[in-house]
């Protein structure tokens, strides 16, 4: 079955640096694509970046966009986020997703959340 393992999540100070990875497995890596999301407190879960499969298509939300850097290696069935220049509204619950087209609609499936907090 599909399963997203994330790690990489901790606390860091403001400004400072982390790298996210989601190793992945139980379907074809190669040809999904890929995603992060985050969820802080009382607010709702909001993509943070995404990549494609081949070709590596990236978008960004807005809030990221320049600081944050998503990425994947098909060797390795993994998707990582670096984030730089981390500010406190960056605190959240990370994580990772794919999904499939199916005949019932898209179906997601979510890995269990690191936790990156941005706090001096």
């Known amino acids: 079955q599909v399963q997203l393992v994330e790690s990489g999540g901790g606390l860091v100070q403001p400004g400072g640096s982390l790298k996210l990875s989601c190793a992945a497995s139980?379907?074809?890596?190669?040809?999904?694509?890929m995603s992060w999301y985050r969820q802080a407190p009382g607010k709702e879960r909001e993509l943070v970046a995404g990549?494609?499969?081949?070709?590596?298509?990236?978008n960004y939300a807005d809030s990221v966009k320049g600081r944050f850097t998503i990425s994947r290696d098909n060797a390795k069935n993994t998707v990582y986020l670096q984030m730089n220049s981390l500010k406190p509204e960056d605190t959240a619950v990370y994580f990772c997703n794919t999904y499939r087209s199916t005949v019932s609609g898209r179906r997601d499936y979510w890995g269990q959340g690191t936790q990156v907090t941005v706090s001096s």
């Open positions: 990549i494609m499969s081949f070709g590596g298509i990236t």
């Open positions: 139980g379907f074809t890596f190669s040809i999904h694509a």
